[in-house]
């Protein structure tokens, strides 16, 4: 079913170098396709020239914040001032094919998020990210069951009703595009992952590979929990259960004796098992509340 209205959504951040470009290529796309469009962006407190930049452009609706609050409630903003019933998230830094957002809302009628799924991994230390990013699509893939080959790519479209449900778990930093898709995912809503080029940046990036990464890591951890909390409980009980009750077998039968840390580790495992059930029953009721 085609969207009534498209709503693409840019926060911008100082990306005077490329902010220009991007609303040239988009208005372009969309003018030479049959969808109804608006466009946002969200100037999260930028001290360059990009507001004056996406000003010139008369069929550009521009939000402000009056200080930067980070890239994810820039996000927030522009899907609360939204009007259409589908949102294209992009980016203002010539990183994203613009170009390629007719291809995203092709698939909507199918899917219920449609992520440009990046071929490869571009940024500053890069050495840290790809490994370390990596390592966090497989934790989340096992968390939702299924592979997630970019999890946080900020190229995408999506329902606007269906991300509203979520605005109350979204982090304002980068991590809300990985927040973002573990939400969609867990609640079991149909995700398609689209492969797409990624170009080098234009302009500075406000990416810190050590602090966001560690945001990514936990809240992957956390949004899991909050959705699928037996999926974070069970491991770590059963872990910790079996190291305890290996240790309580060697103990009895080379040592003749049961020490305190034997039971205290089979304790804890208990108390985890037992507190990841209760996570689990307050999710299921609030769903079904």
Do not use: C
Request: aromatic share 10%.
């Amino acid at each position: 079913m085609k969207p009534g209205l498209v709503s693409i959504v840019i926060p911008v951040f100082n990306e005077e170098e490329a902010i220009g470009d991007d609303l040239d290529l988009i208005i372009e796309t969309m003018e030479a396709t049959d969808y109804d469009y608006e466009i946002i962006v969200v100037d999260d407190g930028s001290m360059d020239g990009s507001a004056d930049i996406v000003r010139e452009r008369s069929r550009v609706q521009l939000l402000q914040h009056p200080y930067n609050r980070g890239t994810g409630a820039a996000r927030t903003t522009g899907i609360k001032h939204a009007r259409g019933d589908v949102i294209v998230m992009t980016d203002g830094d010539g990183t994203y094919p613009n170009q390629d957002i007719p291809g995203l809302l092709d698939y909507m009628d199918q899917y219920d998020m449609v992520v440009g799924a990046r071929r490869r991994e571009r940024g500053r230390a890069k050495w840290l990210r790809a490994p370390t990013k990596h390592f966090i699509r497989l934790l989340a893939s096992y968390l939702v069951g299924m592979r997630i080959p970019d999890l946080n790519s900020g190229f995408r479209a999506f329902g606007r009703d269906t991300a509203l449900r979520f605005l109350n778990i979204l982090p304002t930093t980068h991590s809300w595009v990985g927040t973002i898709t573990l939400a969609f995912l867990s609640s079991g809503y149909m995700v398609k992952f689209l492969p797409i080029d990624y170009y080098e940046r234009r302009g500075k990036s406000t990416f810190h590979p050590v602090a966001d990464t560690y945001n990514y890591l936990t809240l992957v951890v956390r949004t899991i929990t909050y959705f699928n909390p037996l999926k974070v409980f069970l491991p770590v009980s059963l872990i910790i259960f079996g190291l305890g009750m290996g240790k309580t077998i060697y103990d009895l039968f080379f040592r003749l004796r049961i020490p305190e840390s034997d039971v205290i580790m089979v304790v804890v495992a208990v108390l985890i098992g037992s507190m990841g059930l209760l996570a689990d029953l307050i999710v299921a009721q609030h769903r079904t509340g």
